[in-house]
């Protein structure tokens, strides 16, 4: 079964606007911890927000804010302002705590296209 | 911080040949992990190691994919032989432990004729 769903294959954007990407996950497992990764066309994953289950509070780093509402188990990334350099494919993924070494587990992926 | 270190970062190979890629982790890093990504896919992990020991390799086709870590630091990966559903991209990743952030490297294309 799916873990991770992300049911946007694609989006523009223009800069300057904020994006909301798209996480559902499935787990029963009651310690689990969600990521967004960004990857451009060069290859590299790059490690944008972190949520821990037990964190109260939603996640933020700088211009990515993380909407986390447990109970629709959902996670979605929020990007403020975007720039053209945003432009890139995300992915959401999750680590089940209590039943992994850390593995993640990731989704389909989302691509933003950033337009001026 | 040096970034996680792969290479190399293109191979073309004929199916049936076999192919070894290398990963260097971040310095201190105790946990590495190697996963496969075809494209139009998110990463899927083939292989993690704690240390020099294999803590999770149930999704690796074991009668052609190999990997070790000898000395608990740089890593390889091997395929032979390959298979044309091999083409993907081979991302190496690294974290202090298995709670922390996963770091990942430029990953190896790998493309199978």
């Known amino acids: 079964a799916q873990k991770i769903t992300q049911t946007q294959p694609g989006m523009f954007v223009q800069e300057k606007e904020a994006v909301t990407l798209d996480c559902t996950y499935d787990t029963s497992d009651p310690s689990y911890g969600l990521f967004w990764y960004k990857q451009p066309s060069s290859g590299e994953m790059i490690f944008l927000i972190y949520?821990?289950?037990?964190?109260?509070q939603n996640a933020t780093e700088g211009r990515y804010s993380l909407n986390f509402q447990k109970a629709r188990k959902s996670a979605n990334l929020v990007i403020s302002a975007s720039q053209l350099g945003d432009s890139a494919m995300y992915f959401c993924?999750?680590?089940?705590?209590?039943?992994?070494?850390?593995?993640?587990?990731f989704g389909a992926g989302t691509q933003v296209v950033v337009t001026p | 911080e040096a970034g996680v270190a792969q290479s190399p970062r293109y191979k073309i190979i004929e199916k049936r040949q076999s192919v070894a890629f290398w990963c260097n982790p971040i310095s201190g890093h105790a946990t590495l992990y190697w996963y496969q990504q075809i494209l139009g896919q998110g990463p899927k992990l083939l292989i993690q190691?704690?240390?020099?020991?294999?803590?999770?390799d149930s999704q690796l086709p074991k009668d052609r994919f190999s990997a070790e870590r000898l000395k608990g630091v740089d890593s390889t990966l091997k395929i032979q032989p390959a298979k044309l559903e091999d083409s993907a991209v081979y991302l190496c990743?690294?974290?202090?432990?298995?709670?922390?952030?996963?770091?990942f490297g430029d990953g190896t294309r790998l493309s199978i004729l």
């Open positions: 990743a690294s974290s202090l432990s298995k709670d922390q952030p996963q770091h």
């Open positions: 190691f704690q240390n020099n020991g294999v803590v999770d």
């Open positions: 949520q821990g289950s037990y964190d109260q």
């Open positions: 993924a999750m680590r089940e705590g209590l039943r992994s070494w850390g593995k993640l587990q």
